[in-house]
């Protein structure tokens, strides 16, 4: 009797062993999203070695990392799930970045949204995040410069067209604190639709229209003489 409550009370100590070193884990609301292109959309693969203790999620490309860009598990630092992304360097480091290259369709419409946060307590220089649509060379579809803002999780969303393969890229540097990155997706919206073209006779019609108009003038001279 006394091994068998032994064996239970073992099992029991086990069993909440179990429970409370492997925590209920969250999803992403990315991870929910349907057609969703990005990979690892809300950091929670984690990186190549684990949370917290490498620069660079699973399915990500980093450039110019130094100590604080790395996926953390801050619940206050997080928008949804267990994780997001930390990143900002010192401005004289220069601008860390983090990019996804994606296959998509040539000539569709995408929709890129992602949710992001500033952790700068209040406005100050040497702040800026910028996120871009296939080439770092071009115009951002964001760009935050010296600002406390968004000190909330904001979401950001914009139409993209695809190009058959497109990289999205987030650059950022942070003086006083840092940025994090979270829920990041990428959506087919279908195909681009351009704008229609004004309707241009062709030359029979033209030529027509141009001779009932002189017609028609001729008509009303020969009345006005009469």
């Given at each position: 009797?006394?091994?068998?409550?032994?064996?239970?009370?073992?099992?029991?100590?086990?069993?909440?062993?179990?429970?409370?070193?492997?925590?209920?884990?969250?999803?992403?609301?990315?991870?929910?999203?349907?057609?969703?292109?990005?990979?690892?959309?809300?950091?929670?693969?984690?990186?190549?070695a684990g949370p917290n203790s490498s620069t660079t999620p699973v399915g990500w490309?980093?450039?110019?990392?130094?100590?604080?860009?790395?996926?953390?598990?801050?619940?206050?630092?997080?928008?949804?799930?267990?994780?997001?992304?930390?990143?900002?360097?010192?401005?004289?480091?220069?601008?860390?970045?983090?990019?996804?290259?994606?296959?998509?369709?040539?000539?569709?419409?995408?929709?890129?949204?992602?949710?992001?946060?500033?952790?700068?307590?209040?406005?100050?220089?040497?702040?800026?995040?910028?996120?871009?649509?296939?080439?770092?060379?071009?115009?951002?579809?964001?760009?935050?410069?010296?600002?406390?803002?968004p000190s909330s999780y904001t979401k950001y969303s914009f139409t993209v067209l695809?190009?058959?393969?497109?990289?999205?890229?987030?650059?950022?540097?942070?003086?006083?604190?840092?940025?994090?990155?979270?829920?990041?997706?990428?959506?087919?919206?279908?195909?681009?639709?351009?704008?229609?073209?004004?309707?241009?006779?062709?030359?029979?019609?033209?030529?027509?229209?141009?001779?009932?108009?002189?017609?028609?003038?001729?008509?009303?001279?020969?009345?006005?003489?009469?």
């Amino acid at each position: 009797m006394i091994v068998n409550l032994s064996k239970w009370i073992t099992a029991s100590l086990l069993a909440v062993a179990l429970l409370t070193s492997n925590p209920a884990h969250a999803d992403s609301i990315c991870t929910g999203i349907a057609g969703n292109l990005v990979a690892n959309c809300g950091f929670e693969n984690g990186s190549s070695a684990g949370p917290n203790s490498s620069t660079t999620p699973v399915g990500w490309t980093v450039t110019n990392p130094f100590t604080y860009e790395q996926v953390v598990n801050s619940a206050s630092l997080v928008n949804s799930g267990s994780y997001a992304y930390r990143f900002g360097n010192f401005e004289s480091q220069g601008a860390a970045t983090i990019a996804q290259t994606i296959t998509d369709i040539a000539g569709d419409d995408y929709t890129f949204s992602f949710f992001l946060l500033n952790e700068a307590g209040g406005e100050s220089p040497n702040v800026q995040v910028q996120a871009f649509w296939d080439s770092t060379s071009g115009t951002p579809l964001l760009s935050l410069t010296n600002t406390a803002q968004p000190s909330s999780y904001t979401k950001y969303s914009f139409t993209v067209l695809g190009t058959g393969s497109d990289t999205i890229t987030f650059s950022a540097y942070n003086d006083p604190a840092e940025f994090y990155l979270d829920d990041v997706s990428v959506v087919d919206a279908g195909p681009s639709v351009p704008p229609t073209p004004s309707a241009v006779p062709e030359p029979s019609s033209l030529a027509l229209l141009v001779t009932g108009i002189l017609g028609a003038a001729g008509t009303i001279r020969r009345r006005l003489v009469a």
